[in-house]
């Protein structure tokens, strides 16, 4: 009886006298959530479930199984499952969703530029400029939704927590949403987080360009475990596509 009481207390997140913390409320599940996403607050190695896809993309992580979601996420541009990706895979891949050739050379020159040297296996910086993705956590920037966490888990609580804060109570994000998200993520002293975080959520609007100017949570969910990149690539072909070449 006392631990079924204590699964229904209602957690205080907000003070009056301070704002924010009512501006932004974090997600404070029911009972009911709690049952179908149990642990949000734990990081999940290789699932990525929300609240509307529990079980998050089954198939695609029974493929997958061996890589944290943030691998996964790189999955789809790593064309030879070598896992190493190269600055023409990033351009192949970006090329493939839509990004066109000057689009897809300036993602190659922010991603390989940035996040190389964090990848590498050694002291030494990769003259090619290759990514790795064994170490692809250690690219890791702040400013961000915390989603990922510092291993390249995947925090359900945190992923709930971007679109309560910021949604306003839709089932996505518009423009507008998207901006304010991004200055209320910010955290000091941190240019290249806050660019990293604004290049980012810009070419996933880009990518998903939604008619009604809404990213939908679920299409944000799957763009964190990659299984999205697939289907776009595919349906810009036209055939059963799964990498970028």
């Known amino acids: 009886m006392a631990d079924a009481q204590k699964q229904n207390v209602v957690v205080q997140t907000a003070v009056p006298e301070a704002r924010v913390t009512i501006e932004r409320p974090p997600w404070n599940p029911v009972p009911a959530s709690r049952k179908s996403l149990p642990n949000a607050g734990t990081a999940r190695a290789n699932r990525a479930p929300s609240t509307s896809a529990p079980d998050g993309t089954a198939e695609w992580t029974e493929q997958h199984s061996h890589q944290t979601v943030l691998q996964q996420h790189c999955d789809f541009f790593d064309t030879d499952n070598d896992g190493i990706i190269w600055p023409l895979d990033t ?4 090329y493939a969703l839509g990004f066109g050739f000057f689009l897809s050379l300036l993602a190659v020159i922010i ?3 940035n996040f190389s ?5 050694g002291l030494l910086p990769d003259p090619l400029f290759r990514l790795y993705v064994r170490n692809i956590h250690k690219a890791k920037h702040g400013s961000d939704t915390g989603t990922y966490d510092n291993e390249g888990r995947f925090v359900p ?3 709930e927590d971007w679109f309560n804060k910021y949604s306003n109570g839709r089932d996505g994000l518009t423009v507008t949403d998207l901006w304010a998200a991004l200055k209320g993520q910010r955290v000091i002293m941190d240019p290249i987080g806050w660019g990293g975080a604004l290049f980012e959520w810009t070419a996933t609007y880009i990518m998903l360009w939604p008619q009604d100017g809404v990213l939908t949570k679920e299409d944000v969910r799957r763009v964190y475990d990659g299984s999205i ?3 776009i690539a595919s349906k810009r072909v036209g055939t059963a596509k799964t990498k970028a070449a």
């Open 91 to 94: 351009y192949r891949g970006f």
């Open 111 to 113: 991603i390989h530029a």
């Open 117 to 121: 040297y964090p990848t590498c296996p």
């Open 157 to 159: 609580q945190k992923f």
């Open 229 to 231: 990149f697939v289907d």
